[in-house]
Structure formats: C-alpha cells, structure tokens
C-alpha cells in the first residue's frame, strides 16, 4: 500500500517507515546469507514554498483558541503554530516558556545529530586482539541497533554472527578462549536524572550502554506502549551472546579494557596479530535510518544512544551531561534560541527537562527551509497521523479529529501528568504549518491526548482566513 503526503509543497509516496521494514512491502525478511544492500537516498524535502492560502492569526484563534482551553489539558499549555513558509507566527501561547517536553524531546536529538554526523554516517562495532593469545575484545561503538544474528529487530542492523566469522578467520588456527567486553566510549551514568522509578523494569528503556543489542530488549522485539523486557546488564548480555558464537560459554565473558595496539617497528602501524590489532568490524545502517526508527517508534534507547554522537563530534564526554551541554551547543550553532532548553537527557524520560514550543517550531521551520539540508531527513522518520509509529492508532475519531489522518506528521511525549504533540501539518488551502502544543499539568492521559489531535486536525481543517 502506498500512500501521498504533502509536506514543504512536494508530494511523496511513503510507506509508513521502519514498522513495515523501510519500504518494503513485504514483512519478509532477507535469508541469513543475502548481502544487506545500502538503501536507496530518502526523498529530500526540498525548501518550503508558499503553496496554498495561508491562514490568518484571527482566523487560528477563532478555530482553536477554545480547543488549547480544554479542561483535561490543565493549567499549563504552551503553544507555538507557524506558518513555514514565511514564518511568521499565527498562534501563541507563551510560546518561550520552558515546558516539560516528554519525548518531543527528540526533535532535538534527531536534528542536532543530523548536525552533527550527517545522515549518511554509519556506527562502528569493533572486535580487537587482546592482551592474552586467544583473547578477544568487544569494542561498543554506541550502535543500539546491533543485532546478535539475522533475527533483528532494526533492518539492515550490523550482526555480531558476522563479526564473529571474521574474527574466526583473523585467528586463523588459534582457538578463541575469552570475550572481553570494553564500554568505555560512554562514560557517566548509565540512567539518566529525572527518570521515574520502574522504567527499566517497565520495558521504557534499557541501561545506556556502549555495547547493546536491539536496544537492550531481551527478545528483537518492539511493543507500542512498552514491555519489552530489557536485560539487566546490556552489554554483557552482546558479550555472551558474542562469545556463543565463537563457541565459548558464557563463563568466558569479563568487563574490560582493549589493549592500545602494538606498533610494528618498520611502519609505526598496529602489528599484525598482536594486542589491539582490528580482528573484524561491522557497521551499523545509515544513521538517517537508525534515526527513523528512534522517531517513529519513539525508541528511548536509540535517542540517547544518539545523542551521544553529538557529544563525541564535540569531542566532549559520551555521558547525558555530556550530550546535552553538546546538543545545547549545537542548537546555538544552528542559530537557534538554545537558552530555550533545558536538557538533562535525550529521549524525553527525564521530567527536569524543559523546552519551549517555540523552539520546537523554529527547529521545524529551519529543517523546512533547506537552509539546513541535513535536518530535512528528520522528517522521514515522523509519524504520520493514523498510519506509522506512535500516531498509527490516533485520529481515529470520525466526528472529532480523523480528517487529520496522513496530514499530520508529529512527534508525540507522554509522561506522568504530560502530554505533548509538535510537528507538521497540511491546511485544507495546501499551506504547511509547524505546530507545538506542550501541556505538563493534564488530567488522565488518553482524554489528553485526544484534546491534542483535535487541535492538529482543526488546524488541518480551517482555512483560518
């Protein structure tokens, strides 16, 4: 099934992203021994024109002023609607007020590591000789999507089954005796602040770990409201499950440190076969499709996995303070109010978080501009109201807020007494708006969050002339 969605003026024909294998239609997956290829380009969105009529403030106001009011909002809605084109506001609500943002959150991750590494960078898993004969060292590169063999849960993931084969081939006759695992590219916590008690227990998220396989789930798969089981210790978990595959026990794995290579006297490079030198690597898919999948499923672990790119490219700490003085640094560079943000994780699972709406708008509208041609694949990765990821099975009300189906593409947040929806959306006129409705004082959420997509899809709706 294919379907149209009009953003920045372009019409494209989408499928609904990760959950149906990246543009596949067909659930199957590849054999064991097919060679994954890279995928093809993702559409750019091209600059945003001035297609269609656009709206008036006095005509956004009269149309949902009274929506923003609903009681089960609470007392704090903070609202940002803008017209992408010219960027001029047409709706607001103390649009700089720092708000509990849940996982809208991850706007910001996806674009400061847009920023940052460019869609087309790929994560790095390494395995390195180590000090002992035998020895072999598991070196996390911060790839979340790392999946143990064919049965993964991110497409295109690299495989430890494929490391291990090249790892058997760089030792030639000499037997595999230990697996040590080295996490030190991440340093810090391995939870971030402001997270609720029972997150990990729930399924929300794992220990935030270098080295981790499909996201720290015990089983390659991903449930929509949670409870996905998560092991205790991520990493040691990818060591045992490396070290099965070069036919070695459990028992044979310990936490370390890889050995700094030997240099060889006649070219100063790694020696050949001793302590530290590269025995196989595999690589992650494109970063624009790992991000697709953080956005559209609203993946906690994948965000501050990623998060933590931002932080390395800045040469500072892999660490949640670490990422968010980096992520703050990259918005001001991208000439975006950062004093906006207050960041203490990633994902959005940290209620000391706090982000204005219009931020959020801004960071659409630069990502819609083309001024910025790497934040423009942020888009891809966006639910879309009644079709993909976390907006799949919303606006589904005939009489209140359905119309809003494929026109909207919006990151959702929800925590404890938060509710929150930013994104895109199509008037009726064709006009594209970026819009930011962050409510941190609501009643019960599911009432919540259908207030919100009544908003987004009356704003679809009016021609607010």
């Not at 149906?20 to 995928?39: E, F, V």
């Not at 595959?245 to 700094?260: D, T």
């Not at 942020?378 to 993909?388: C, D, Q, R, Y």
Request: hydrophobic content about 45%; glycine content about 12%; charged content about 20%.
């Amino acid at each position: 099934m294919i379907f149209l969605v009009l953003a920045a003026g372009t019409v494209f024909l989408v499928r609904p992203g990760p959950v149906d294998r990246w543009l596949s239609g067909d659930p199957a997956k590849p054999s064991a021994s097919a060679r994954t290829p890279d995928p093809a380009p993702s559409p750019v969105l091209v600059a945003a024109g001035a297609a269609g009529t656009a709206p008036t403030a006095a005509g956004v106001e009269a149309a949902i002023g009274s929506l923003v009011d609903a009681p089960v909002l609470g007392s704090r809605v903070n609202v940002s609607v803008v017209d992408v084109a010219t960027g001029d506001a047409l709706y607001e609500k103390n649009p700089e007020t720092k708000t509990t943002p849940a996982s809208t959150t991850k706007l910001l991750t996806a674009a400061t590591v847009l920023a940052a590494r460019g869609p087309a960078y790929r994560l790095s898993t390494r395995a390195v000789a180590g000090a002992e004969p035998g020895e072999v060292v598991l070196i996390g590169g911060g790839d979340p999507s790392l999946a143990v063999d064919g049965d993964d849960l991110f497409p295109g993931a690299a495989r430890l089954d494929k490391l291990a084969e090249q790892v058997k081939k760089a030792l030639g006759e000499q037997k595999p005796s230990r697996v040590v695992v080295d996490t030190s590219l991440f340093t810090g916590p391995e939870t971030g602040p402001g997270w609720e008690d029972g997150l990990i227990d729930g399924g929300q998220v794992a220990r935030i770990q270098a080295l981790t396989t499909n996201g720290g789930r015990v089983e390659p798969v991903h449930n929509e409201f949670g409870g996905d089981d998560r092991f205790a210790d991520p990493a040691l978990a990818a060591g045992r499950a490396f070290a099965t595959q070069l036919g070695l026990p459990g028992s044979a794995v310990r936490k370390g440190k890889a050995p700094a290579a030997e240099e060889s006297t006649a070219s100063s490079a790694p020696a050949a076969g001793g302590p530290g030198a590269e025995l196989g690597v595999v690589q992650s898919p494109p970063l624009v499709h790992v991000l697709d999948w953080m956005l559209e499923q609203s993946d906690n672990v994948l965000a501050e996995a990623l998060a933590r790119q931002v932080a390395l490219a800045a040469g500072k700490e892999a660490s949640f303070a670490g990422a968010s003085e980096a992520m703050r640094a990259k918005l001001t560079e991208l000439g975006l109010p950062a004093d906006q943000a207050e960041l203490s994780d990633a994902s959005g699972l940290s209620l000391d978080n706090r982000i204005s709406p219009g931020l959020l708008t801004d960071l659409l509208v630069l990502a819609a501009s083309g001024k910025q041609p790497a934040l423009g694949n942020m888009f891809g990765g966006l639910p879309v109201a009644g079709w993909s990821g976390t907006l799949r099975s919303r606006f589904a009300d005939p009489t209140s807020n359905q119309v809003g189906q494929g026109l909207v593409r919006a990151k959702t947040g929800s925590l404890t007494g938060v509710n929150a929806i930013s994104g895109n959306l199509t008037t009726k006129d064709g006009r594209l708006l970026a819009f930011a409705v962050l409510a941190d004082e609501t009643g019960e959420t599911g009432a919540a969050r259908q207030a919100l997509d009544r908003i987004a899809a009356k704003l679809v709706t009016c021609g607010c002339q």
